[in-house]
T-cell receptor, first 118, second 113 residues
Framework: AQKVTQAQTEISVVEKEDVTLDCVYE???????LFWYKQPPSGELVFLIR??????QNEISGRYSWNFQKSTSSFNFTITASQVVDSAVYFC???????????????FGTGTRLQVTL | DAEITQSPRHKITETGRQVTLACHQT?????MFWYRQDLGHGLRLIHY???????NKGEVSDGYSVSRSNTEDLPLTLESAASSQTSVYFC????????????FGSGTRLTVV
């Protein structure tokens, strides 16, 4: 069975600080997909990134970066120079591939609430 | 533009009543999913479907049912609503080929009194 652990329940930082959100996953599959979603106070789920298990390259998108390490089963998310608008709940999720190689259902972590203050 | 819509956005119902939450997508996605979100649990899978007439149970399926009669819709039915089913419900859809991501609806907040 697959499992996603986000050990940090809540994080508070002051604006402009860097912050890393941890995500550790468990799966027996060799082909899988990892995701991060943002849920702002308005409640919708906003897709941030998808990574497949064969692509361990780190990715940077503006102030966001992701560090995927298969050796430690981790997919951590860093926000550089945080802003108040980054305040949200962030979810890490895992999807195992079906036999045909397509993604199946998502398993979510419990989320990390990030509070960025002035 | 393609979209996924959930209705109603908010619902209050009484214990024991049957309730149906609607999910409609115009992405032409084969895969559709229902999740519930509760504090401390994240999002948990209730039911899912990989195509018309296909339905599968998720980790918290007791007390819920779904049916898939066409590609666009996956209604979620609470057979006899219980207070433990007070939650925020999210519907999602995804392509069956590749994994470009999952599209989520805006959620339905259900309160069972």
């Amino acid at each position: 069975a697959q499992k996603v652990t986000q050990a940090q329940t809540e994080i508070s930082v002051v604006e402009k600080e860097d912050v890393t959100l941890d995500c550790v996953y468990e799966t027996r599959d060799t082909t899988y997909y990892l995701f991060w979603y943002k849920q702002p106070p308005s409640g919708e789920l906003v897709f941030l990134i998808r990574r497949n298990s064969f692509d361990e390259q780190n990715e940077i998108s503006g102030r966001y970066s992701w560090n995927f390490q298969k050796s430690t089963s981790s997919f951590n998310f860093t926000i550089t120079a945080s802003q108040v608008v980054d305040s949200a709940v962030y979810f890490c999720a895992l999807s195992e591939a079906t036999i045909s190689g397509t993604a199946s259902k998502l398993t979510f972590g419990t989320g990390t609430r990030l509070q960025v203050t002035l | 533009d393609a979209e996924i819509t959930q209705s109603p956005r908010h619902k209050i119902t009484e214990t024991g009543r049957q309730v149906t939450l609607a999910c409609h997508q115009t992405w032409n996605h084969n895969n559709m999913f229902w999740y519930r979100q509760d504090l401390g649990h994240g999002l948990r899978l209730i039911h899912y479907s990989y195509g018309v007439h296909d339905t599968n149970k998720g980790e918290v399926s007791d007390g819920y049912s779904v049916s898939r009669s066409n590609t666009e819709d996956l209604p979620l039915t609470l057979e006899s609503a219980a207070s433990s089913q007070t939650s925020v419900y999210f519907c999602a859809s995804s392509e069956s080929q590749g994994s470009t991501g999952y599209t989520f609806g805006s959620g339905t907040r259900l309160t069972v009194v």
